[in-house]
């Protein structure tokens, strides 16, 4: 048992080293055409500054100078990429400060509200679906088929703004932003209690669409799992039902469920963005659809780059579980 053990995790670890090589290319690979993309987009952020009349010409020359905005397209890219080797992830025209740091102060409440809603999605997700499965076609079913129908079908701008509304006349919650005007005279339990309390509508905004739809999968998942063959020969063996259901049966319908976790990472940016905006929530959404509308080049990249770790880090996590939960997996097929 113990060798078995051991030889797993040899395999595992291979796995992981394979693909974090992957990963290089992977990013090269994106990054460059995405910055080929916003190159070739007309106009950049410094035809905004040829517009203000304080600043001179010299100021935006020494911008091309030392960013090698004069440069063709392919040295500029190699010059960001070599760069971002070294950790420098470059400077946002915008915000006048190097692309790091602004990433690096909105960074964490952006993870804050993501998780939040990975959280809370999760908790109910599979449960739901369980319900769901178990009464089939009877009143909680249906029940929980409408609200998923219903959550599918609300946009969540639209669902934002009727939370937003009721807060107004119920007084319960607060209409935006992260913190209270008097944050910093609270005590550590009561400043814990005051982020949660801001953070309660973005996360019921961003959870219920993926809530609605995740738990129909994984209702379908259960009900097919159910169906399969070797449940009706565990049946027929006189198991006990509940340990069919839990042991056997949901273990299994977990598996593809497993993979759409994993995907979720690289949403964590893109999906918070319109609700950051409406919730007031300072988060990087709000920051890089800026950056898109200022054409701030190098900002964009981060993005971009962030993005696609996150959608890799997502992968290989959804794959280190499958394998874990799943021993049927064998990595060193390939998998």
Known sequence: MLNDQFAFLGIMVRFIIKRLLITIPLLFGMTFVTFLFIQLAPGDFLDTLRMNPQVSQEVIDLYKAKFHLDQPLIIQ????????????????????????????????????????????????????????????????????????????????????????????????????????????????????????????????????????SL??????????VLGSS????????????????????????????????????????SGAALTEIICGWPGLGSVFLQAVFNQDLYLIMGAVLIGGLLLILGNLVADILLGVFDPRIRYEKGF
């Open 215 to 224: 738990q129909r999968i994984m209702r379908a998942n259960l009900l097919e």
């Open 230 to 269: 070797y449940i009706l020969a565990a049946k027929s063996r006189g198991i006990y039902p509940k340990r069919i259901l839990y042991i056997h049966a949901l273990k299994n319908a977990l598996n593809p469920m497993i993979t759409i976790f994993g995907y979720q990472f690289s949403s964590l940016l």
């Open 77 to 212: 890219y190699f010059v960001w990429f070599k760069n971002l080797l070294r950790l420098d992830w470059g400077y946002s025209f915008a915000y006048k400060a190097p692309v790091m740091k602004v990433i690096a102060s909105r960074a964490f409440n952006t993870l804050l509200l993501s998780l939040a809603a990975i959280v809370v999605t999760w908790v109910l997700v599979i449960p739901l679906g369980v319900i769901a499965c178990l009464h089939r076609n009877r009143w909680p079913d249906r029940l929980i088929s409408f609200l998923s129908y219903f959550g599918i079908s609300t946009p969540t701008f639209f669902l934002a703004f009727i939370l937003l509304y009721l807060a107004t006349f119920t007084g319960w919650l607060p209409l935006g932003g992260m913190r209270s005007l008097r944050f910093d005279e609270l005590t550590p339990v009561a400043k814990f209690f005051d982020i949660a309390r801001h953070l309660i509508i973005p996360t019921v905004v961003l959870s219920v669409g993926s809530i609605a």
